[in-house]
């Protein structure tokens, strides 16, 4: 159900003519959230970092770095943490629904890293997923804005984050 919500959004989005930010220009942020993984039952805290270039009025293409989760466990004997990263690049279609306010999909691929480690032992398992998601953004002024976004690669995580974007 997910999918083709997504896929709708950007569709909708794509045939958009018209977008808040400036052709031609890069922009920068991070933001903060919740991760939800199929593979530990709790949310956890995430951080991220992204840069992206703005093609034209509507599409732009981002990169971005993101802890998905970080989480320590204490037994009697055994102390383990797990760690999730994603790497992404994406597609951003983006739409205007008013003055300041925009909303838009996301397309693209994120490479993910689980990294398990309990007291010697040290194990990675790496896996690459498509990656979409959708959000909504707000411009205080041309050259910073806020964001909110669902993002999900594959059945690994879903990740809701805020965030802020400067552009330069």
């Not at 950007?10 to 959230?33: C, E, K």
């Not at 983006?94 to 993910?112: C, I, K, N, Q, W």
């Not at 909504?136 to 993002?151: L, M």
Request: charged share 20%; net charge positive.
């Amino acid at each position: 159900m997910f999918k083709k919500i997504a896929a709708a959004t950007v569709l909708m989005i794509a045939s958009a003519t018209t977008f808040a930010a400036q052709p031609n220009t890069f922009y920068a942020g991070g933001d903060v959230g919740r991760t939800k993984s199929d593979f530990i039952p709790d949310r956890d805290t995430s951080v991220g970092a992204f840069v992206g270039y703005n093609i034209d009025q509507t599409f732009a293409v981002e990169a971005g770095y993101r802890r998905l989760l970080d989480r320590d466990y204490q037994w009697p004997d055994i102390r383990a943490n797990t760690r999730v990263n994603q790497a992404s690049l994406s597609l951003v279609a983006s739409m205007p629904v008013g003055e300041s306010f925009s909303v838009y999909g996301r397309l693209g691929a994120a490479r993910l890293q689980n990294r398990f480690t309990s007291n010697e032992f040290v194990g990675k398992l790496s896996t690459t997923k498509a990656l979409y998601g959708i959000g909504a953004g707000y411009a205080f002024s041309p050259a910073v804005s806020a964001r909110i976004e669902v993002q999900k690669a594959e059945n690994e995580a879903t990740n809701l984050s805020t965030g802020l974007s400067f552009q330069f």
